[in-house]
């Protein structure tokens, strides 16, 4: 049973970097077969998929912030970070980190999501 | 990019009917790449279906999933209380996840 934890800072100022971190437990983030990501929902709307990573450490991202995201692993404290750069307003959302273990095709576990406010 | 539109945006029913949910993807998407979850206030997504149409862990079989191509359904037979949610459907393909804009299931 796999658990993911997000954490990070709640308020972020326009223009800086926000960086989350997922840590996982019930599995090791570098298992064969498991895959991770990162899923934003801005207040009152739908659901956006960020970007992924699987346990090889190939990484794959929504073409529309792709010039911004970078997810990456620490494999040492089994979890792996979402650094968004260059944040504006539309960028306020709860962020989920979430995983499977057997497809990158969809999502079984998530985290309970964290509120990240862009604002000076 | 895979575009998934849902319909109807809200969907008023009570408990004991049968819910239908639509979705269609601007173009063909392979049945084996594709989901549906529910998603209750201030709460995570659960999945629910997977590969168009199978359930996944712990779902109970009030919920079905079915199509191909470019048109997919989620079905409720008969309503629970706790049923009442909203519903994103989600495809994957190129390395790419979209999901639809979702459908609110709403006690009538």
């Known amino acids: ?120 | 990019e895979v575009v998934l539109t849902q319909s109807p945006g809200t969907l008023s029913l009570s408990p004991g009917e049968r819910a239908t949910l639509s979705c269609r993807a601007s173009q063909s998407v392979s049945s084996d790449f594709f989901a549906w979850y529910q998603q209750k206030p201030g709460r995570a997504p659960r999945l629910l279906i997977y590969a168009a149409s199978s359930r996944a862990t712990a779902i109970p079989d009030r919920f079905s999933g079915s199509g191909s191509g470019t048109d997919f359904t989620l079905t409720i037979s008969r309503l629970e209380p706790e049923d009442f949610a909203v519903y994103y459907c989600q495809q994957y393909g190129s390395s790419v996840i979209t999901f639809g804009q979702g459908t609110r299931l709403d006690i009538k």
């Open chain 1, 1 to 120: 049973q796999l658990q993911l934890q997000e954490s990070g800072p709640g308020l972020v100022k326009p223009s800086e970097t926000l960086s989350l971190t997922c840590t996982v437990s019930g599995a090791s983030i570098s298992s064969s077969h498991h895959y991770w990501g990162w899923i934003r929902q801005p207040p009152g709307k739908g659901l956006e998929w960020i970007g992924g990573m699987s346990s090889s450490g190939y990484t794959y991202y929504n073409p529309s912030l792709k010039s911004r995201v970078t997810i990456s692993a620490d494999p040492s404290k089994n979890h792996f970070s979402l650094k968004l750069t260059s944040v504006t307003a539309a960028d306020t959302a709860v962020y989920y980190c979430a995983g499977d273990g057997g497809s990158d095709r969809w999502y079984y576990y998530w985290g309970q999501g964290t509120l990240v406010t862009v604002s000076s």
